[in-house]
């Protein structure tokens, strides 16, 4: 029995839960055949260029999910980092992304993201991946997050990041070790050693 194009799209959404038009495009199929599933009310969409099934059920981590769909480069960090890594009673109702220096900023309507520019090492080290609704998720890791809450303590608040910190050892996210590493990396050892000495 022949595939139907209706039918190589379900098989699509079984790999991810957000399907973007170069995704059907890879496979052959249209983009616009996204938009014709979507005026039959087969599919929702999300934004501009950004697809789910009818009736799909989110995850909590689903905007974290359409930010990493829109900027695939992004690493998740900061206030959104400390949420997915549950280390925070903030609920920040953007997500904060990090991208490249020299990177073209991104241009999407949704979800509403907060960029920041990291270089170097910087933008590289701590860097873990989580396979969320079928999308990898670029996120930094606990130690590092928390080196980068005080590095942008004057945006987040130096309360965050000592909260931050508190959490990550309390939950055993992060060792003492790979926090001063971190810290080493973002260039805050002297900021966060009064800190660090306090909870050891």
Not at 14 to 30: K, N
């Amino acid at each position: 029995m022949a595939t139907t194009k209706r039918d190589q799209i379900l098989s699509l959404f079984q790999q991810t839960r957000v399907l973007r038009p170069q995704d059907v495009e890879a496979v052959g199929i249209s983009r616009t055949y996204l938009n014709k599933l979507h005026a039959e009310g087969f599919l929702d969409r999300l934004s501009r260029g950004l697809y789910i099934l009818q009736n799909d059920d989110p995850s909590e981590q689903r905007s974290l999910v359409e930010a990493c769909r829109r900027v695939p480069r992004g690493i998740i960090c900061l206030l959104s980092a400390l949420q997915f890594h549950e280390m925070t009673t903030q609920a920040p109702f953007e997500v904060w992304m990090a991208i490249d220096e020299k990177a073209r900023r991104p241009r999407t309507d949704f979800p509403s993201l907060r960029i920041v520019r990291f270089s170097g090492t910087a933008l590289k080290s701590g860097v873990q991946e989580h396979v969320v609704e079928g999308v990898t998720l670029r996120v930094y890791a606990p130690a590092k997050t928390v080196a980068d809450c005080f590095k942008y303590r004057n945006k987040i608040g130096i309360d965050v990041a000592i909260e931050a910190l508190r959490d990550c050892l309390k939950q055993r996210k992060a060792t003492f070790d790979e926090l001063w590493q971190a810290a080493k990396v973002c260039r805050m050892t002297n900021v966060m050693r009064p800190y660090l000495e306090v909870t050891a």
